[in-house]
Nanobody, 122 residues
């Protein structure tokens, strides 16, 4: 699976962005998808994940109620809708594919996109 993340940008606090992760390869529809982020000087952290059939979703406490993950297997694309953005959401966001959506460890995801920058100004 090859992944291409897009949709990042500069937004004011309280605003919204939608990230997309386009996948190539026939295994996308059988893979869990996750979003991670990494801020300068910090380790990469789990944001959210979704199972292959959209039946299960998981969120970090810091984004619950503000972010929504979804996927469209017909389009081989996963999405991350981010609302009520805060300056602390500023980071490079990465999409990843792996075997289990309940896994929040980055090491369990075998395929990664190149990252897209999200900057939230106060």
């Amino acid at each position: 699976v090859q992944l291409q993340a897009s949709g990042g940008g500069l937004v004011q606090a309280g605003g919204s962005l939608r990230l997309s992760c386009a996948a190539s390869g026939r295994t996308f529809s059988r893979s869990a998808m996750g979003w991670f982020r990494q801020a300068p000087g910090k380790e990469r952290e789990f944001v959210t994940s979704i199972s292959w059939n959209s039946g299960s979703t998981y969120y970090a406490d810091s984004v619950k109620g503000r972010f929504t993950i979804s996927r469209d297997n017909a389009k081989n694309t996963a999405y991350l809708q981010m609302n009520s953005l805060k300056p602390e959401d500023t980071a490079v966001y990465y999409c990843a594919a792996g075997p289990q959506a309940r896994n929040s460890l980055a090491s369990t995801y075998g395929y990664w996109g190149q990252g897209t920058q999200v900057t939230v100004s106060s």
